[in-house]
T-cell receptor, first 115, second 111 residues
Framework: EAGVTQSPTHLIKTRGQQATLRCSPI?????VYWYQQALGLGLQFLLW???????NRGNFPPRFSGRQFPNYSSELNVNALELEDSALYLC??????????????FGSGTRLTVV | GEDVEQSLFLSVREGDSSVINCTYT??????LYWYKQEPGAGLQLLTY?????DMKQDQRLTVLLNKKDKHLSLRIADTQTGDSAIYFC???????????FGKGTTLSVSS
């Protein structure tokens, strides 16, 4: 069974550009969570999509947005890139209506570098 | 808001025990979790503990929970070089809609 796949693995953008990151969940998973892992800041919760809708949002500006497609894959868009957006972006997927003991399954991440 | 704190680094010798500590703020968290991140990889769930438990043991891993002090620890017995990784403590946010992670503890195991 394929795991959670994220693409691209690495992305280099210049300040002010837009970045699009993609995540494909494990078959049967309908929830997608996005996290930012910046150096020294740990994992910061960005967004949660479930059944095609945005369910929760972390403390990030509106230029961080995303969507979930009918096949439950998801896209994270970051507009007007700033240098401090450089980070590893991790996607995790899970079952809809997951109980607390259902673990997330994480992808390996997209390393975004803004120059 | 919710916050999870961890020490950033721990260095041990192969064969010793490692203890990674974590403090959290949300006393309503039903479950607390430990995740492991190896270089270049995503996070992998290691273990979790229900908040009404004091201890959970799973092979070489022992989780201790002090709910009064909001303190969680992960003990790895007979630490191996393959245990070198970043370990994250996590709790659910109040709404149960996201996991809140600490900054991670980098465990370095020397032979």
């Amino acid at each position: 069974e394929a795991g959670v796949t994220q693409s691209p693995t690495h992305l280099i953008k210049t300040r002010g550009q837009q970045a699009t990151l993609r995540c494909s969940p494990i078959s049967g998973h309908t929830s997608v969570y996005w996290y930012q892992q910046a150096l020294g800041l740990g994992l910061q919760f960005l967004l949660w999509y479930d059944e095609g809708e945005e369910r929760n949002r972390g403390n990030f500006p509106p230029r961080f947005s995303g969507r979930q497609f009918p096949n439950y894959s998801s896209e994270l868009n970051v507009n007007a890139l700033e240098l401090e957006d450089s980070a590893l972006y991790l996607c995790a997927t899970g079952l809809s209506g997951r109980t607390p003991t259902d673990s997330y399954t994480f992808g390996s991440g997209t390393r975004l570098t803004v120059v | 808001g919710e916050d999870v704190e961890q020490s950033l680094f721990l260095s041990v010798r192969e064969g010793d025990s490692s203890v990674i500590n974590c403090t959290y703020t949300d006393s309503s968290s039903t479950y607390l979790y430990w995740y492991k991140q190896e270089p270049g990889a995503g996070l992998q769930l290691l273990t979790y503990i229900f908040s009404n438990m004091d201890m959970k043991q799973d092979q070489r891993l022992t989780v201790l929970l002090n709910k009064k002090d909001k303190h969680l620890s992960l003990r790895i017995a007979d630490t191996q070089t393959g245990d070198s990784a970043i370990y994250f403590c996590a709790e659910s946010n109040q709404a149960g809609t996201a996991l809140i992670f600490g900054k991670g503890t980098t465990l370095s195991v020397s032979s």
